[in-house]
């Protein structure tokens, strides 16, 4: 099978690529006259496909809110090609026959590459690691509970140990339950205005500092999901800077979004971490840009419509963005002129394939054809409709972004084609 794409930009140039037997063959002009197949990219600019650290696709036991299938469509509209999908559905990933059921369902039904976390420890809480050394030979990706802090420093500490033994990162959701106190959004002069019940951001600093004093011991490579404080920023900088093996996340609402935004009690802003204060926004931004923040994920966490309604005292955590994280970040970042589209791609593909060693990330001959196709130039509005996800709550619903995904394709099939690419 060979495919042509022609009339794409590639490093700034207009070139054509040809795949064959899923590997891109060759990048250039005058690449042969005999192909099944020819899509004329129009113009689009081509990118390796972008990589997702981190999703919940809610398969299986919350498909209610997503399935494998929707999710992972929702990821090739994004223009993502390989995700990585977080252990906390039902039943939780927390055993290797679990494990074997999830990576068979992603296997079966997802249309992108879907690698698979397992938990640390049993149902998300308990204080024994799971069976690390089993789940790890059956292909998980990496351990977290993500969705809950890890309470109890022995547990995180025999946990590290186990995940460095066996040369696989802990992704750690870093949040101290003691001081959460109920919290819906971030405790400040916002949630005062609005009288609405505020989490301190110590939750999460001051559990981020006790771990990297123990991975710091274990010498595990530590990863910080979702961070969000100025606090937590410096710390793993300063860590980095220590020669500790530690890498972080951010997510494209905490650098766009933060609680001074939040003018009423609106339950599409409520996500956890929540949205923080404009100083930890903007000590975010110099993270990512300074390089003590590596990657851009998404926390992809889709949820029903009456579960994102009402109040936010009752509504539920977590906003969808795996369908619009590009554009954001490309509207925001680069076409702002703030930095240049090699410099996203690198948060949202080569540094995340790297990190977490996954065979992505690279738009090189020789590569496996994960790719996407984007028109950097049109402007359009941000569409509830048109979401391949389940999930609708997203906060960005009606802004204008450029960066609109033309074409996907994983292991050189199409996953994702929109109308305007022929």
Not at 50 to 69: A, I
Not at 119 to 136: N, R, V
Request: aromatic content about 6%.
């Amino acid at each position: 099978m060979k495919t042509l794409i022609k009339n794409v930009y590639v490093d700034n140039q207009l070139q054509s690529i040809l795949i064959e037997d899923k590997k891109i063959k060759a990048i250039g002009t005058n690449l042969g006259e005999k192909f099944n197949q020819v899509i004329d990219g129009n113009g689009a600019t081509v990118l390796p496909g972008l990589v997702d650290v981190h999703v919940h696709f809610r398969d299986p036991g919350l498909t209610y809110k997503e399935t494998t299938e929707t999710g992972s469509k929702a990821a090739a509209h994004g223009g993502f090609t390989s995700v990585c999908v977080m252990p906390n559905v039902k039943p939780v990933v927390d055993t290797p026959h679990e494990l074997q059921e999830q990576l068979s369902l992603n296997r079966r039904e997802s249309v992108v590459h879907a690698y698979q976390y397992a938990a640390i420890s049993k149902q998300l809480i308990a204080y024994k690691p799971t069976d690390f050394t089993q789940m790890a030979k059956m292909g998980a990706i990496a351990f977290t509970n993500d969705g809950h802090g890890v309470q109890n420093a022995e547990t995180m500490y025999l946990a590290m140990k186990e995940a460095q033994k066996l040369n696989k990162p802990l992704v750690a959701h870093v949040e101290d339950d003691s001081l959460i106190n109920g919290g819906v959004m971030n405790a400040g002069d916002k949630a005062d205005e609005l009288g609405l019940p505020g989490m301190s951001p110590l939750s999460e600093s001051s559990q981020l500092a006790r771990d990297l004093v123990l991975a710091k011991d274990t010498g595990v490579h530590y990863h910080v999901a979702h961070i969000s404080t100025k606090e937590s920023v410096e710390l793993v900088r300063r860590a980095k800077q220590r020669g500790i093996n530690v890498t972080a996340e951010v997510s494209p609402h905490h650098l766009l979004l933060d609680d001074s935004m939040i003018n009423s009690d609106n339950p599409m802003m409520k996500m956890n971490p929540p949205l923080r204060s404009p100083e930890d926004r903007h000590a975010l931004i110099a993270g990512l840009l300074d390089g003590t923040i590596d990657m851009v994920a998404t926390d992809h966490a889709p949820h029903s419509e009456k579960e994102k309604s009402g109040s936010m005292r009752d509504a539920a955590f977590g906003i969808v963005g795996i369908e619009t994280a590009f554009s954001l970040m490309y509207t925001s970042f680069v076409k702002s002129g703030l930095v240049d589209l090699k410099t996203l791609v690198k948060w949202m593909s080569k540094n995340p394939a790297e990190i977490f060693h996954l065979p992505a990330g690279r738009l090189e001959e020789g590569q496996t054809a994960d790719l996407t196709l984007m028109d950097l130039d049109d402007e359009y509005e941000i569409d509830a409709n048109d979401f391949f996800s389940k999930g609708k709550n997203s906060p960005f619903i009606g802004k204008k972004v450029y960066g609109k995904t033309r074409l996907t394709l994983v292991d050189g099939d199409i996953a994702y084609q929109d109308g305007s690419v022929e």
